[in-house]
């Protein structure tokens, strides 16, 4: 059946089919022109884990939603389509992800893995594996894009988009990343790890192909990430969470803001979105949750600005979902949204 079949057959208002499909909906791999990659990996969390469950968890909750989007008129039928899951990335980070929790507590009792063999075993270990997952991310994007397909990366913690940033990186030679998230993620190998979900910005900001990343909701970071930013003031653009507040008690509106955002941001624009960026009532089990964070609302509006003035959407990632229903339920909307955005800005629907 081809992709005018399946439109033809689908009905957008029936029961929402649990078809192993986003939101049940009827597309292929060979027929949607919009692919989500699902990345089960959280090796590195440095709080709490379980977001490698997430991508089950958005796809089972994605049942619930209803497909009419008041911003993209018959979204659906742009074609999405979510891979199935990758059970070698799944059962390596359950065999590693013990190995990381007993690194981690051996590093916060005061431990130093260049002084001990095993946890320096470990910790190669580690970052071997987790470089085969940046490579599998890397390959698997950049076959969806070179079957001319746009991709959506749903993880997993906030590591898993550098292989997909990587592959972008060798289609375009200039794009800025537009950053939903508590962190500034810019930690140089956090804990040890090369690729830690703490230092996944400061590992995409080595592709010269990044001319900008701008990082809105931010409101947990510390002075080497500070230090970062400050010397690369050309090339970061931090908007934090406490300022957005507080020009917003003083009057600001929020549609200013965004327009502040989105100017500081190139043609060519790839969405990161943490779910964390969110107020954590939206995201209480995600990995590392902080008070405070963007409304549902503001999010989405933001998202809506960038499209508005003519920029397009590259790709983008969703990352940090707890593996809880309610969480699964808020990032499926997102995703959704996500998706029917990207599709318009390139002119697909």
Known sequence: MNSVEQKNEFNPSGVGLKNGNFIGLPFTLNSARLVLLPVPWDVTVSYGEGTALGPQAILDASAQLDLLDPDVEDAWKLGIFMQPFAKEILNKRNVLRSKATSYIDFLEQ?????????????????????NNMVDYVFKHSKMLMDAGKL?????????????????????????????????????KGYEGFDFSHASIFNNALQEKSVSKLVQVGI???????????????ERIVVFFDQKLKENKFDGKAWNAQCEEIVNQLPELVYI????????PKLCPNTGTPVPGGLEFSEAIFLLKKVVESGRKIIGFDVCETGNNEWDANVAARIIYKLCNLTGRSNGLI
Request: with cysteine; proline share 1%.
């Open 151 to 187: 991709v959506g990366v749903v993880g997993g913690d906030h590591s898993v988009p550098l292989g997909y940033l990587r592959a972008l990186s060798e289609k375009y030679n200039s794009f800025g990343i537009l950053q939903f998230d508590a962190h500034l993620d810019l930690r």
């Open 110 to 130: 005061g431990g130093n893995a260049g002084e001990d063999e095993e946890m320096e075993k470990t910790l190669s270990e580690i970052n071997f594996e987790c």
């Open 219 to 233: 409101r947990d970071y510390c002075d080497e990430e500070m230090e970062l930013v400050k010397i690369n003031e």
């Open 272 to 279: 990161s979105f943490d779910i964390d960026g969110l107020d």
